[in-house]
């Protein structure tokens, strides 16, 4: 079993910057980042290709987020942007255990899911 550890997460104010890292136990393929503010339904953020070539954002964070990964160092990593209130939540990354030829967005169809990490954005 493949254990996925997010880190990165913190206290930052709006307009601010930080960059997420999920680091993998074992060799992962399609990945993706989702949150869950408080009080909310989880919700998904990004997800990559196994290789990198594919990525996709979700509206409300595009342009400002962006997803890319290492598989030398079994790393999948969320640069956040131009932080907003709004993007308080707890963020988790997860993988499939195999590559598929679609980019996952489905938190029911990944294989491997990490504990999370807190991000809050102070106003």
């Known amino acids: 079993q493949v254990q996925l550890v997010e880190s990165g997460g913190g206290l930052v104010q709006a307009g601010g910057s930080l960059r997420l890292s999920c680091a993998a136990s074992?060799?992962?393929?399609?990945s993706g980042w989702f949150r869950q503010a408080p009080g909310k339904e989880r919700e998904f953020v990004a997800a990559?290709?196994?290789?990198?070539?594919?990525?996709y954002i979700t509206d409300s964070v595009k342009g400002r987020f962006t997803i890319s990964r290492d598989n030398a160092k079994n790393t999948v990593y969320l640069q956040m942007s131009s932080l907003k209130p709004e993007d308080t939540a707890v963020y988790t990354c997860?993988?499939?255990?195999?590559?598929?030829?679609?980019?996952?967005?489905?938190?029911?169809?990944?294989?491997?899911w990490g504990k999370g990490t807190l991000v809050t954005v102070s106003s």
């Open positions: 074992g060799r992962t393929f399609n």
């Open positions: 997860a993988a499939k255990a195999f590559a598929v030829t679609r980019v996952v967005t489905t938190w029911d169809d990944m294989d491997y």
């Open positions: 990559i290709s196994w290789s990198g070539g594919t990525t």
